[in-house]
């Protein structure tokens, strides 16, 4: 059979959600895909249950790994693609039923086109919808329109250097150009995708829809040290482009990254040091949201000064 699309799925101890997910993924209204199921060593039974779902739905395939992490899965899964197109869904989210089909049509039409993306709904653990992502982001380069098509997006890189707007989980690339960019990097601690995204966008045309037609879920308890690595990661990249992208972009990805470490430090009760992160965002790219987190670390020195002065 012909694979014109090969849908690729890390997995680790996701047990509750798998379910979910490859339901959305049957009910697609497509044929010719292949759903390469990456089991990053899960020991929660996902295993068993990927096995016997295997034998009922035939585009399924499992690949079985030592824990290596989502990077090595995805780079994986890309490698065991028979798709020149692949399509990434994580295992805690889930596709509306007509997402690959108007995706896929669009990228056969567009041959220069490397991605696509669309927007998506964040959902809590009971399944209510919280924000969609364009609607949270307002990033005036993307039209808000919820019609089911894809538009191109312009100037890509400096776009999505400014805010990574991008869902994984929404993404359907082209596996060739994934493989001349270097795959995921397995170096960097989290953003991989950031970074993937970046790269491709000197690969070929990035297109989106503002319809929302994933589903993302805000899992409880993240650990605060993800976002730490995360930062740094950030860091990392935006190095990276540093000579190709415009200043402007530069500036608001340095800024996300500074407010990134005063949100870090006001966790933590450190605002002198949140004030130090709160100026240099504000310097690098002002912003009213910025301005009132600085009032608000500000104070909160003061208001420790006085405590300080009553004890005494």
């Known amino acids: 059979m012909q694979v014109d699309l090969s849908v690729i799925i890390p997995v680790y101890n996701c047990m509750a959600y798998l379910p979910a997910c490859i339901d959305s993924i049957v009910a697609q209204e497509m044929d010719n895909i292949e759903v390469i199921v990456i089991d990053d060593g899960s020991t929660d039974g996902c295993t068993q249950w990927l096995e016997q779902k295997a034998r009922i739905y035939a585009p399924l395939k499992v690949i079985s790994q030592a824990n290596k992490g989502v990077v090595e899965a995805r780079n994986t899964g890309i490698a065991a693609a028979k798709g020149e197109l692949i399509a990434f869904l994580d295992a805690d989210d889930t596709w509306t039923a007509n997402k690959l089909s108007v995706q896929v049509s669009y990228m056969k039409r567009h041959q220069g086109c490397v991605l696509t993306f669309t927007n998506y709904d964040h959902i809590d653990e009971a399944g209510n919808d919280i924000i969609d992502c364009f609607s949270y982001w307002k990033n005036p380069a993307l039209n808000q329109s919820s019609a089911m098509q894809f538009v191109g997006l312009h100037d890509p890189l400096n776009v999505l250097l400014s805010a990574n707007i991008v869902g994984t989980s929404t993404v359907i690339a082209r596996k060739q150009s994934m493989i001349d960019v270097g795959l995921f990097d397995p170096t960097l601690n989290s953003a991989s995708d950031w970074d993937m995204w970046l790269k491709l966008t000197q690969k070929g045309c990035f297109a989106y829809c503002s319809a929302p037609l994933m589903k993302y879920l805000m899992r409880q308890g993240s650990i605060t040290a993800n976002r730490l690595n995360r930062l ?62 600085l009032c608000f670390d500000i104070k909160q020195v003061v208001i420790g000064k006085e405590r300080k002065l009553w004890r005494v």
């Open 232 to 293: 740094s990661a950030m860091e990392i990249i935006v190095s990276r482009v540093q000579d190709i992208a415009n200043a402007n972009a530069l500036n608001i990805a340095q800024a996300n990254i500074h407010e990134g470490y005063a949100e870090f430090n006001r966790e933590h009760a450190q605002y002198l040091q949140a004030i130090i992160h709160d100026v240099k965002a504000l310097y690098l790219s002002p912003h009213l949201r910025m301005f009132k987190h």
